[in-house]
């Protein structure tokens, strides 16, 4: 026995009625369908894109926040400089810990010229902002390198 139908159960509850719950012919229309006479516009509705996951908008707001927040907090430390007992971050030394990470993640896979692309794109971490000059991360790499096997070669043998 049907008590309500869904539009009353809607008007009753006080929801609105979302792209989920329109007829399928309204649907059809925003997929690319013909339009159909008497079908809706769904431009005016909350119904999400297509390629776009459950949850989607929820980690593109908490993307947004987050970022605001870092902007936030760089502008502070910019403003009144690095906190006491923060120490302020040597490039040079960061960019030594960028090359240990990369060689124990892709041991043996990567060359001075691609971890120098990486390091100019900023896709290793720790970050260094502006990135180092070629010539003196090169100098950098072939240290930690010389470094990196020398340890290798005390763990095995």
Request: cysteine-free; glycine content about 8%; charged content about 25%.
């Amino acid at each position: 026995m049907k008590l309500f139908s869904r539009r009353s159960a809607f008007s009753l509850l006080g929801w609105q009625r979302s792209a989920w719950a329109q007829p399928a012919r309204a649907v059809a229309t925003a997929s690319g369908g013909r339009k159909q006479p008497g079908a809706r516009s769904t431009a005016s509705t909350a119904m999400p894109s297509a390629g776009v996951a459950y949850g989607s908008r929820f980690w593109r707001v908490a993307e947004q926040v987050e970022k605001s927040q870092q902007e936030i907090r760089q502008a502070k430390v910019a403003a009144t400089g690095p906190a006491p007992g923060e120490e302020t971050p040597d490039p040079e030394g960061e960019t030594r810990k960028q090359i240990q990470r990369l060689f124990r993640s892709l041991p043996g896979h990567t060359s001075a010229t691609t971890a120098f692309m990486l390091h100019q794109r900023g896709a290793l971490e720790p970050k260094v902002t502006p990135p180092l000059a070629q010539d003196i991360f090169e100098d950098l790499y072939k240290e930690e390198r010389a470094q990196h096997f020398g340890k290798r070669r005390a763990e095995v043998g």
